[in-house]
């Protein structure tokens, strides 16, 4: 009897993250094409606007794309870009969860990033300022931008820090713009 009461609470225990992470539950087929559609869109940037008339479950299944390693990494980083549009704890874990994992594309890194300043502001600082020191210069650029929209001083003095030793020029512009746009935005010197 302890044998089968140990295997219910393990096997609670890996359901878990599946189930908070959610999957396309409580989307109709219509809205699962028309979310599957707008993810593979090539001229349009779809609108949090979309996503959300699509109803229940979709930031479900956003998360489901974004942590499906048999997806194609575009399609993964579209989904995380759309889950700004959820700025709730369980897309916020699901972000960081990916950002746990450094070594996923910059594909997917990215728009991590991106969605965190987008829908966590100041509370994300500490999570995307060690992405500036990250060896890719398109996610070092990624994260300085995300740190100049927050504009807090956390992240004005991480922008600051790292301007001095960026060698890369397309990071260190990105560097310069977001500490004019931070510094503006704070009114900091």
Do not use: N
């Amino acid at each position: 009897m302890r044998g089968v009461r140990c295997i219910s609470v393990l096997a609670a225990v890996l359901l878990l993250p599946a189930a908070a992470f959610g999957q396309s539950q409580g989307m109709s087929a219509e809205s699962r094409a028309k979310l599957d559609k707008l993810l593979m869109a090539y001229e349009h940037r779809p609108t949090a606007e979309e996503f959300l008339a699509l109803g229940d479950g979709v930031r479900d299944a956003l998360i489901g794309i974004a942590q499906d390693e048999e997806k194609a990494a575009l399609l993964r980083g579209r989904a995380v870009t759309a889950l700004a549009w959820y700025p709730d704890d369980v897309s916020r874990r699901c972000v960081e969860s990916l950002l746990d994992r450094p070594e996923l594309s910059d594909i997917i890194l990215r728009p991590a990033i991106a969605t965190l300043a987008k829908a966590f502001a100041g509370a994300a600082v500490s999570r995307i300022m060690p992405y500036l020191d990250d060896e890719r210069s398109a996610v070092r650029e990624e994260a300085a931008r995300a740190l100049g929209d927050i504009a807090t001083a956390d992240a004005l003095r991480a922008l600051r820090r790292r301007v001095d030793r960026e060698s890369e020029e397309v990071v260190l512009r990105a560097l310069q713009d977001a500490i004019r746009r931070a510094t503006a935005t704070s009114g900091a010197q």
